[in-house]
């Protein structure tokens, strides 16, 4: 009897422990995603994609970081700094920051994180010798235009910057991946980022693995000072742009999220999958960029200069007029985005709370710098035709003399879909545009070089604020793709502003980028009055746009697909996704 029960008690305690793993949050847990192919750079100071920046901020913390409260909503929050504290003005102008960090910050070999490591992060981030995309983000900080950046570590605990003047951003910056500390003995090796080996970080995860163009695994950090909070255990990375493989992945079940669906499908999966598939807000453009040096004009106009300029401007400007974006979304994009008119994008509100897009442009009638409703399509296509003749052959159904492009874009259905779309609008009369792909990181640096002629692109909002859209076209960005102010454009005189209207001493007449749109961009981050910057931004908007070279076509959404049975997953308006707090159940 006594055997029998012992049986009994063993059957039902495994019974038990079954039924207990089969519907828990499971405590050995693993997640497959797949975000994209294979990373530019894992380097917090050297990134600026998307899906960098999201392995970035799982293997990083920086003084402060994204979050949701206990209602779900996304907030800034301290994350090394005890405190997101205020900053003191000082009599200058000036406004000093002193930051205290937590205690138990380690590196991932156990090393003590320092306010020093902070220090030489920011300063090796903003430095002309590394020549990081992102250097412009400290420009707010005191010091950064003469290259020595007022940033100090007083003591090991203790980090204290100055900026120039207050910003409004400040905190969302801290939560931003370039301003994440790096140590100074580890990026001594100039491919520090590039193997597990020898990728020391201070985040939530360590890196344990990368099969290059196949996979990144990142395991819980022990060292990290939250790693009680960590719930999921091990998050594995897909390396992949074919987004048939992601869906065959995602619904056999060895993927439970994925960054992108074949536009082709997307209307089948949301049916089939309208729990999984997912559409959400995000504050993002989705444009056509112009190589500024690209040459576009007839030799026989024999146009130099700001003539010459003026001439190209006003064809690439007619050129964004022959798209239908309502079609594009409609057809291609299908997930809910919306037409765009401008480049700054929806979700922007100036400090009337009114929309920045809504307020852009000094049209009648409609918002922004494009007519993008229906019924403008044709009157829109026409004008265009007009304006192209005053510079290229009309037999009178077609152009016979413009030039032959190459359009550049990733390797992406969707991206395929809108290039298709563009080639074929301009056949119509009788413009020729090559397609051509190239895989992700490849095309990243393509385009930073300027090795295009016109290229597909997409800006996400870096923090909530309307510059992050305009200072990356600055002549000295790493982001700036278009070339402004570069090679042969340096020496173009042939921009405008005056903004004595609003109390400044600041008034040119065909100056070059740098003379124009550089100063106001540099005005606008000096400026502490909201009503005056945001004007000046509006006015940035304006030139920047006259250019023609940005040719906005949507506003994003973010889509993707992810399991049911992943809980605690969130993601921000930058378009980062987080798995430290996911569960899967089941």
Known sequence: MKKILALLLALIMVLALAACTGNKKTGDSLIKVCLSSEPDTLDPALNSAVDGATLISHLFSGLAKWAQDKSGKLVIVADCAKELVEGVANDDGTVTYTYTLRDGLKWSDGKDVTAKDFEFAWKRAASEELGADYGYMFEVVDGYNEGN?????????????????????????????????????????????????????????????????????????????????????????????????????????????????????????????????????????????????????????????????????????????????????????????????????????????????????????????????????????????????????????????????????????????????????????????????QEWNTFLNTRKQGNYSIARNGWLADYNDPICFLDMWTSGSGNNDVQFGKGAHADVACYSIDITDLGYDIKVENGTWAETYDVLIKTIKNCTDNEKRYELMHRAEDLLMSTGCICPLYYYTDIFMIAKTVKGFFANPLGYKYFMYCTIEG
Not at 204 to 229: C, F, Q, R
Not at 230 to 249: G, P, R, T
Not at 254 to 278: H, R, S
Request: hydrophobic fraction near 35%.
């Open 149 to 437: 950046l007022n940033v100090k570590a007083i003591d090991d605990k203790t980090l204290e910057v100055t900026l120039y003047n207050s910003v409004s951003y400040w905190n969302e910056l801290l939560a931003f991946p370039t301003y994440f500390p790096v140590r100074e003995d580890v990026v001594g090796n100039e491919s520090w980022a590039t193997d597990p080996a020898t990728y020391i970080s201070n985040g939530a995860y360590t890196m344990t693995g990368w099969e290059h163009n196949s996979v990144i695994t990142l395991e819980k950090n022990p060292n990290y000072v939250d790693a009680k909070e960590v719930l999921m255990n091990k998050i594995e990375f897909y390396l992949s742009d074919d987004e048939n493989n992601m869906v065959a992945n995602f619904k056999n079940g060895t993927w439970q999220l994925i960054d992108g669906v074949p536009t082709n499908e997307m209307t089948a999966l949301k049916e089939q999958y309208p729990d999984e598939f997912k559409v959400i807000g995000q504050i993002g453009t989705y444009y056509v960029c112009w190589n500024v040096n690209e040459e576009i004009l007839p030799a026989e106009l024999g146009l130099t200069g700001a003539e010459a300029e003026a001439a190209k401007a006003d064809i690439r400007n007619a050129i964004s007029k022959m798209f239908d974006r309502n079609y594009i979304v409609e057809e291609i994009g299908k997930a809910g985005q919306v037409p765009a008119s401008s480049f700054v994008a929806m979700g922007m509100t100036n400090p009337d709370g009114s929309e920045f897009y809504k307020t852009a442009g000094h049209n009648e009638g409609y918002n922004g710098y494009y007519n993008v409703a229906k019924d403008a399509v044709e009157s829109n296509f026409n004008e265009a035709i007009e304006t192209l003749k005053q510079y290229y052959n009309w037999d009178g159904s077609k152009f016979t003399n413009f030039p032959t492009m190459t359009y550049l874009y990733n390797t992406s259905e969707g991206h395929k879909a809108i290039g298709e779309y563009l080639q074929a609008q301009l056949a119509q009369v009788g413009i020729t545009m090559n397609l051509e792909n």
